[in-house]
Each structure stands twice: as structure tokens, then as C-alpha cells.
């Protein structure tokens, strides 16, 4: 929606690279917002984890905050 113009949005910026990049949105707030680099995964509990799931997690623990 914000990207159509209908209004702001407050989105990680690993969501948004793309939009940023071409200016298709562009941060209006960015000496107000503070980037605390937490982000979450919840899955149910079993005897067995999924590969595809450890798979996606670990993915996700070394590329998503890389400094």
C-alpha cells in the first residue's frame, strides 16, 4: 500500500531492498527509527525437526543481520 502511495509503513529493510534501491519507496523517518535486529521463528514442537525448516533457520541466522 505504501508503495502505491496510500500511505507509510514501517517494514524491515530486508523486505524493501528492492523498493529502496529503485526508489520506489524512500525512508522518511530514518533519524526516528532504531534498528534492533531481532527477529523471530516459532514452529510447532514434534519428535522430529523438519530439515526443510532447520534448513530455512539456519539460512535465516547467518544472512539476514549481516553486518
Known amino acids: 500500500m505504501a508503495e502505491s502511495g496510500l ?3 514501517c ?8 523498493q529502496i534501491a529503485d526508489q ?5 523517518l530514518a533519524d526516528h527509527v532504531e534498528d534492533v535486529g ?3 521463528v516459532l514452529w510447532p514442537s514434534s519428535r522430529q525437526r523438519s530439515p526443510k525448516i532447520r ?3 539456519t539460512f ?3 544472512n539476514l543481520f549481516r553486518p
Open 11 to 18: 517494514l524491515p529493510l530486508f523486505t524493501i531492498g528492492r
Open 24 to 28: 520506489s519507496l524512500v525512508s522518511v
Open 38 to 40: 531481532e527477529f523471530r
Open 60 to 62: 535465516m541466522a547467518e
Open 7 to 9: 500511505g507509510v509503513a
Open 55 to 57: 534448513a530455512f533457520v
